[in-house]
């Protein structure tokens, strides 16, 4: 009677994972994948996706057994409204700040952002502070980027967004702007992507390290969230995480806390 009794439960066990599969499934295919263009993270080569995060999202979507999905790369303001809803979506990479704590679902850490202030090469100019920052007429962020986040709530009023860091870049080289605010571990991926020698620009205040999650929206499923999770955090138990965080960031060191 005992053995029946497991033999009927286990039955039901199949049962149960076997309806869960398919819906499970669907909610993968219907989930929209967003990115940008921010090399070495999530970048477009002859248009196929690659960098870090898009090797650990399409390693997830291998474990889970999901479609490939394709990865929509638009400008970072754009992703971030799309992000916001309606649908299942996810955004990646984006730096989790108290701001946008409650408007997402979040799986990570994947990366470290460093925030740091830039300006043309041999100026001669060196920050001591980011007030010193506030006393320049004006200091270039990318719109909806946590750098323009942070420094707004910092107290900066000098901000002039732009909708991408290319723009800023030529904006800043051309003098129509002093500095650029903006993430230390692209800058040279985008330089090289806007045609520019990274000897053009030199860091002058280095102030601030963020983490950068694979960002769901709200009405994406708990229980596909949650799978994403952990899967990451198999990865990161197997090694595979950090293998990949070293391919692509070599001298920085793969956070792999929760």
């Known amino acids: 009677m005992r053995l029946l009794s497991l033999l009927f439960c286990f039955g039901l066990g199949l ?11 669907s909610q993968a295919a219907t989930l929209r994948l967003l990115s940008e263009e921010f ?17 650990l999202v399409e390693e997830i979507q291998r474990r889970l057994g999901q479609q490939q999905q394709t990865i929509e790369f638009m ?6 409204r799309e992000v ?3 649908g299942q979506i996810a955004l990646f990479t984006m730096a989790r700040t108290p ?11 994947v990366v470290t952002f460093y925030s740091a202030i830039y300006a043309p090469a041999q100026g001669g100019l060196r920050l001591r502070s980011l ?11 990318v719109r909806d980027w946590f750098t323009a986040e942070e420094l707004t709530t910092l107290g900066f009023k000098n901000l002039v967004p732009v909708s991408d860091p290319v723009t800023a870049l030529r904006m800043l ?10 993430e230390r571990q692209s800058m040279p991926g985008i330089m ?15 102030y601030a390290s963020s983490q950068g999650y694979i960002a769901f929206s709200k009405d994406t499923p708990d229980a596909l969230v949650k799978a994403w999770a952990q899967q990451l955090e198999a990865m990161k138990r197997d090694g595979s995480f950090a293998a990949i965080y070293k391919r692509w960031l070599p001298n920085d060191q793969a956070p792999m806390g929760r």
């Open 75 to 80: 400008p970072w303001s754009r992703a971030y």
């Open 131 to 141: 007030e010193d920052a506030k006393r320049f007429e004006s200091v270039l962020v």
């Open 173 to 182: 080289l051309a003098k129509r702007a002093p500095l650029f605010a903006t």
């Open 39 to 55: 090399p070495p993270i999530t970048f477009t080569q002859n248009g196929v996706s690659k960098g870090l995060a898009v090797e």
């Open 99 to 109: 701001v946008r704590e409650p408007l997402f679902k979040w799986v990570g850490p």
């Open 15 to 25: 049962s149960a994972s076997a309806q869960a599969a398919p819906q499970a499934a």
């Open 84 to 86: 916001q809803g309606p």
């Open 192 to 206: 090289a992507q806007a045609g520019l020698p990274e000897s053009s620009l030199e860091a002058v205040y280095t």
